[in-house]
């Protein structure tokens, strides 16, 4: 079986209020001060790029948390085709673009209960999608990461949305470095509704957005700092994810629901799709 395990990278405050200018930096980005059982989502589908055409797929998700750290855990006994299709998780799907141009991708994740209640009762939903490309790549190999996001509700918190570069060397497997979408270092920004804006190039970007702590690094470096520890410990990538599931932090209001489209690895992008 195909596992990918590994901590989430997750930031969290006390308060997390909209328009804070400030965050502990020295509490690890997956503190979340709450312990609970996994939260397990067995709804996955593959996609091909080429046609569109979304199929079942074996891939599941669980969120939990043990000694006040959040993490989560993705498997798929069956992955598909590392160059053509992605993996659709939870919430995740291509949806309609509201302001033309085809298809885009839809996440969400919700605390309808509350937190810490969505926690407990198991009601918390989130949404990843997975993408294989630069499968076999060093870090030092990824020279652009990017996105284009539209927020239709909620903001920024909990260390959502990110991308996960999850990453194997042989001896420690399914680590993560978290690339963190946001301003540092609260990573709590509340975007414009309904407006599309762009992170631009998430490797060149000067801000400490880059969590390499899995991998024996900081909470919060840049991306030649995550590049150098992987490379030299022998990591290549075997997955990267972007995904949304921080509906549980009291600054995310409860209900994170993002776009995402120009989604870029190196030379290729996702979405839009006529």
């Given at each position: 079986m195909r596992m990918i395990a590994a901590l989430c990278g997750f930031i969290v405050t006390a308060l997390c209020l909209v328009g804070a200018a400030s965050a502990d930096t020295s509490l690890p980005a997956n503190y979340v001060s709450v312990n609970f059982a996994p939260i397990t989502t067995t709804t996955s589908s593959n996609y091909d790029w080429s046609t569109?055409?979304?199929?079942?797929?074996?891939?599941?998700?669980s969120v939990y948390s043990s000694a006040n750290a959040v993490q989560n855990a993705v498997h798929d006994p069956s992955p598909p085709d590392p160059n053509g299709y992605g993996t659709?998780?939870?919430?995740?799907?291509?949806?309609?673009?509201?302001?033309?141009?085809?298809s885009v991708l839809f996440e969400q994740s919700t605390c309808i209960t509350g937190f810490p209640t969505c926690l407990s009762d198991g009601s918390l939903t989130y949404g990843y999608m997975v993408m294989y490309p630069l499968r076999g790549s060093l870090l030092s190999q990824l020279t652009n990461l990017a996105t284009d996001y539209y927020r239709e509700n909620g903001c920024f918190s909990g260390g959502s949305p990110r991308f996960s570069i999850v990453m194997s060397n042989g001896v420690n497997q399914n680590r993560e470095v978290q690339v963190y979408l946001g301003t540092f270092p609260a990573f709590n920004d509340c975007p414009p509704q309904e407006t599309w804006l762009s992170t631009g190039n998430l490797v060149t970007d000067p801000q400490l957005r880059w969590d390499s702590s899995q991998i024996g690094g900081t909470f919060y470096g840049t991306y030649s700092e995550a590049a150098t520890l992987a490379d030299t410990q022998g990591y290549t990538i075997d997955e990267i994810i972007?995904?949304?599931?921080?509906?549980?932090?009291?600054?995310?209001?409860?209900?994170q629901s993002f776009l995402f489209r120009n989604i870029q690895m190196n030379g290729l992008t996702r979405f839009p799709r006529s």
């Open positions: 569109g055409a979304v199929t079942p797929g074996t891939a599941s998700a659709f998780l939870g919430t995740a799907r291509p949806v309609k673009s509201p302001t033309g141009g085809g972007l995904g949304t599931d921080g509906g549980w932090s009291p600054g995310s209001g409860g209900n």
